[in-house]
C-alpha cells in the first residue's frame, strides 16, 4: 500500500487564483517529517517546505504555506495568487525515524500543475 | 540554495553494457543517495552512503548496481550489465546528517537513462 498519497494526478488553473495541493500519508513512527518539493521543467528538485514535528520551514519564502493536520495525517501544499512560473511537478515526501533510520524518503506519485495566463 | 550537479543529463546506451552515472553533491554534506523514478511512476529509495560504506538499500538496488565515492569526488551509481528495466531517470540527493536531526535532502536534476 502506498504511504504518501497525492490524490490528483494533473490539474489546471488561472493565473492569479489559490491552489491547495493535498497529500496524505501514512506511517506508524513517532517522529517523522514531511516534504513538499517543486520539478521543474529543466529537472531541477527544489525543495519548498519541511513541516517538523513542532516547526515548520519554508525554504522558499512568498506564496507558499501548509495545512497540517496531524490528526488526520494531511498535509497540504497552498499556493497563492499563482503565476506561470508555478508549472512544475509538485512532491510529498515523507521521512520516518525508525531504528534503522538512514534518511529515506518516501514520495508521492505528484501532481503536474499548469497554469495559464 | 545547495546546488547537487548529475552528469550526464542523458544517456542511451545498450543492454548488457556499464554505465556510471555522475554526481556531485553539496560540497558540505556527508550523506549521499539514490533514487530512480521510471516514467510515469513514483520516485524510489534505492540506497544511500555515508562514509564510504551502503547503510541501507532498497530492493531496487540489484547486484548490477554498485556506488562509491572515491576521495570525495563524484559519488558515482553503476550499473553493470544494463537491463532494458533500467531504463528511468536516477536522482542524486545529499544530506548534512540523517538520523533524529534529519537534514534536508537536496536533490540533483536527475540524469535520464535509456538502455535499448
Known amino acids: 500500500a502506498q504511504k504518501v498519497i497525492q490524490v490528483w494526478s494533473t490539474t489546471s488553473r488561472q493565473e492569479g487564483e489559490k491552489l491547495t495541493l493535498d497529500c496524505s500519508y501514512k506511517t506508524s513512527q513517532v517522529l517523522y517529517h514531511l516534504f513538499w518539493y517543486k520539478h521543474l521543467l529543466s529537472g531541477e528538485m527544489v525543495l519548498l517546505i519541511r513541516?517538523?514535528?513542532?516547526?515548520?520551514a519554508i525554504e522558499r519564502s512568498g506564496r507558499y504555506s501548509v495545512v497540517f493536520q496531524k490528526s488526520r495525517k494531511s498535509i497540504s501544499l497552498v499556493i497563492s495568487t499563482l503565476q506561470p512560473d508555478d508549472s512544475g511537478k509538485y512532491f510529498c515526501a515523507l521521512w520516518e525515524l525508525k531504528n534503522t533510520n538512514t534518511g529515506k524518503l518516501t514520495f508521492g506519485d505528484g501532481t503536474v500543475l499548469t497554469v495559464k495566463p | 540554495g545547495p546546488k547537487v550537479l548529475q552528469i550526464p543529463s542523458h544517456q542511451i546506451i545498450d543492454m548488457g553494457q556499464m554505465v556510471t552515472l555522475n554526481c556531485d553533491p553539496v560540497?558540505?554534506?556527508?550523506?549521499f543517495y539514490w533514487y530512480k523514478q521510471i516514467l510515469g511512476q513514483q520516485m524510489e529509495f534505492l540506497v544511500n552512503f555515508y562514509n564510504g560504506k551502503v547503510m541501507e538499500k532498497s530492493k531496487l538496488f540489484k547486484d548490477q548496481f554498485s556506488v562509491e565515492r572515491p576521495d570525495g569526488s563524484y559519488f558515482t551509481l553503476k550499473i553493470q550489465p544494463t537491463a532494458l528495466e533500467d531504463s528511468a531517470v536516477y536522482f542524486c540527493a545529499s544530506s548534512l546528517a540523517w538520523g533524529p536531526n534529519q537534514d534536508t535532502q537536496y536533490f540533483g536534476p536527475g540524469t535520464r537513462l535509456l538502455v535499448l
Open positions: 560540497s558540505n554534506h556527508l550523506y
Open positions: 513541516q517538523m514535528p513542532s516547526t515548520i
